[in-house]
């Protein structure tokens, strides 16, 4: 059982556990990630609820602000 999160950067699905680069896919969705922000922020799993509906691609973020 493996925790995922979708990279802030190109949205792909990555996996949490052993991710030297979480919450990023790779080093380099993480270097373009800080050198440049723009709208995308740290989205840090845990607060999200799980659905039913959360098969592989969950369009429907819902962000805490
Ligand atoms: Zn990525």
Request: a negative charge; proline letters at 8%.
């Given at each position: 059982?493996?925790?995922?999160?979708?990279?802030?950067?190109?949205?792909?699905?990555?996996?949490?556990?052993?991710?030297?680069?979480?919450?990023?896919?790779?080093?380099?969705?993480?270097?373009?990630?800080?050198?440049?922000?723009?709208?995308?922020?740290?989205?840090?799993?845990?607060s999200?609820?799980?659905?039913?509906?959360?098969?592989?691609?969950?369009?429907?973020?819902?962000e805490v602000?």
């Amino acid at each position: 059982m493996s925790l995922r999160v979708k990279c802030p950067t190109c949205h792909r699905e990555t996996e949490w556990e052993n991710n030297p680069h979480r919450p990023f896919c790779s080093d380099r969705c993480q270097l373009i990630d800080l050198g440049g922000w723009t709208e995308e922020r740290y989205r840090i799993p845990g607060s999200e609820t799980q659905s039913p509906l959360d098969d592989e691609d969950d369009d429907d973020d819902q962000e805490v602000r």
